[in-house]
């Protein structure tokens, strides 16, 4: 059974930090492009970044977005720096398979809330 679960998320003062993670199983992590997308409430869920099977760290959104994975432990991070109000958001993560493109899963998504 394929599953993806998100965690780490929750409330946090602006300019603070937080570590998304996900775990996966049910599916080969190595084969997969891992990505982090999120959605604010009442908009569309939007790309954070992606981080290919070989790759293991790399920094979106002028690097303010961190995303990790270990393919030892088949999880993925989301790594947050100066937090905004405007990261409130559902945060989910997805898995893509590298060729096979359509075989696609999601978590559940993780709720981060940035607010003093």
């Known amino acids: 059974q394929v599953q993806l679960v998100e965690s780490g998320g929750g409330l946090v003062q602006p300019g603070g930090s937080l570590r998304l993670s996900c775990a996966a199983s049910?599916?080969?992590?190595?084969?997969?492009?891992m990505s982090w997308y999120r959605q604010a409430p009442g908009k569309e869920r939007v790309l954070v970044g992606s981080?290919?099977?070989?790759?293991s760290t790399v920094d979106v959104l002028q690097g303010r977005f961190t995303i990790s994975r270990d393919n030892t432990k088949n999880t993925v991070h989301l790594q947050i720096h100066s937090l905004e109000p405007e990261d409130t958001a559902t945060y989910y993560c997805?898995?893509?398979?590298?060729?096979?493109?359509?075989?696609?899963?999601w978590g559940q998504g993780t709720q981060v809330t940035v607010s003093s």
């Open positions: 997805k898995a893509r398979h590298t060729f096979l493109t359509a075989r696609i899963y």
């Open positions: 981080i290919t099977p070989r790759t």
């Open positions: 049910g599916f080969t992590f190595s084969d997969y492009v």
